[in-house]
Each structure stands twice: as structure tokens, then as C-alpha cells.
């Protein structure tokens, strides 16, 4: 199964500040990786897909980019509201896997 | 609008087996797969398998090969999530969630249940 390694854990940053989040996989995925948030006590939600399409509904502050094994987001001028966890996915292989998640925190 | 709805929360035995629902809106029902994730407590996400309605075809990881079903009834517009064998390593929040895109079974939720608790203690 593919792993996905996030670094770092935990992200300090202030409100205002860009943030770049990194996910490396251990086998090559194309560009078919996706990106989630998930707030203390809500579901997660789709960023972006495809490693740069932004969901529907996700303001223009979220990017990402990056194809094969490495893959970043980026979170320009954070808010306060952009303060979560943030979750890698790849679909390129069976089984789905998710990496274990960075904290962006202020 | 795209509404999933779970069943409840869930207290089951060790050794025992647990079902949980998950009730689309909509009349798109068989073109969107639906896919299971869970959380355990503070840890990340696990996705746990998918399920294309439409021709019924399912994908399981290996770890729970054998111990999780999947599989949707048509007429109600529900999915389930059967897990067999539990352990106290099975209890977690369960998700539900659809496809963003129609006809594929990639695991990219874009909408998603509102979770069901399921604890697994003696």
C-alpha cells in the first residue's frame, strides 16, 4: 500500500502568514492526490483533488501543487477559520490511504 | 442538495458485529460511489472501502478484507457498513460519504455523513 508522509506534524503560524503544508508518497500517484480539513468536532472536508483543483466552495487562498511523489498545499493569508487539521489522500492505488494528518495551529 | 444521514451511535461487545446506515437525498443515488472512513479517537483518517451502486462492485482494503461488507439497497437510497470481529481497536467515529464525481470510485468524498460513534467495550 502507498504511504503518505506529511511533515511537519504541527505548523505554528499567525493569522495573516502563508502556510505550505508538504506530502510525500512512497510511490509515484500522478497528480491523483487530494487534500482535506477537518476541524475539532466536524467531518473533513475536500480542499482540493487532483493535486491543484480547488473543490467547490474553497476560497482562492488554498492552493496545490506537486505531482508523482511530492505534493504541496498552500494557505495563503490565513484566517482564523483556516486553523485545522490537514489530511493528504491518494487515489491513484488501491487501498485509499490517507496520511496522519498536519496541525496548523496559531 | 446532497444530504447523507447515519444511524446512531453504537455500544457493542467484543467479538460482536455492527451495522451502520447512511441515507442519501437525492435521486443520483446509483451514479455516486459512497465510501467509509473512520476515525479512531485522536488519530487520522482510515478509509475503509467504497461501493459504486449502480453495478454493485465494491473495494475493501486487505487489512479489513474479510471482516467489513459493504453494500447499498437501491430502493431506500442507503448504504451500509457492516463490521465483523470487533475489537476495542474497531471504536470509532464511522463516515459515510458520496463521490465528487459521478462513475468513479476514487474515495473523494466531497459530501459527507454526520458520523456515528460506534465503542466496542466489554
Known amino acids: 500500500e502507498i504511504v503518505l508522509t506529511q511533515s511537519p506534524a504541527t505548523l505554528s503560524v499567525s493569522p495573516g502568514e502563508s502556510a505550505s503544508l508538504s506530502c510525500r508518497a512512497s510511490?509515484?500517484?500522478?497528480?491523483?492526490l487530494a487534500w482535506y480539513q477537518q476541524k475539532p468536532g466536524q467531518t473533513p472536508r475536500l480542499i482540493i483533488y487532483d493535486a491543484s483543483t480547488r473543490a467547490a466552495g474553497i476560497p482562492a487562498g488554498f492552493s496545490g501543487s506537486g505531482s508523482r511523489t511530492e505534493f504541496t498545499l498552500t494557505i495563503s493569508s490565513l484566517q482564523s477559520e483556516d486553523f485545522a487539521v490537514y489530511y493528504c489522500?491518494?487515489?491513484?492505488?488501491?487501498?485509499?490511504?490517507f496520511g496522519q494528518g498536519t496541525r496548523l495551529e496559531i | 442538495q446532497v444530504r447523507l444521514v447515519q444511524s446512531g451511535a453504537e455500544v457493542k461487545k467484543p467479538g460482536s458485529s455492527v451495522r451502520v446506515s447512511c441515507k442519501a437525498s437525492?435521486?443520483?443515488?446509483?451514479?455516486?460511489?459512497i465510501s467509509w472512513v473512520r476515525q479512531a479517537p485522536g488519530q487520522g483518517l482510515e478509509w475503509m472501502g467504497g461501493?459504486?451502486?449502480?453495478?454493485?462492485?465494491?473495494n475493501y482494503p486487505e487489512k479489513l478484507r474479510g471482516r467489513v461488507t459493504i453494500s447499498v439497497n437501491e430502493s431506500t437510497s442507503t448504504a451500509y457498513m457492516e463490521l465483523s470481529s470487533l475489537t476495542s481497536a474497531d471504536t470509532a467515529v464511522y463516515y459515510c460519504g458520496r463521490e465528487i464525481r459521478h462513475g468513479y470510485n476514487e474515495g473523494l468524498v466531497g459530501y459527507w455523513g454526520q458520523g456515528t460513534l460506534v465503542t466496542v467495550s466489554s
Open positions: 437525492g435521486d443520483t443515488f446509483i451514479k455516486y460511489a
Open positions: 489522500q491518494q487515489y491513484n492505488n488501491w487501498p485509499i490511504t
Open positions: 461501493i459504486m451502486p449502480i453495478y454493485k462492485t465494491v
Open positions: 510511490q509515484s500517484l500522478g497528480v491523483n
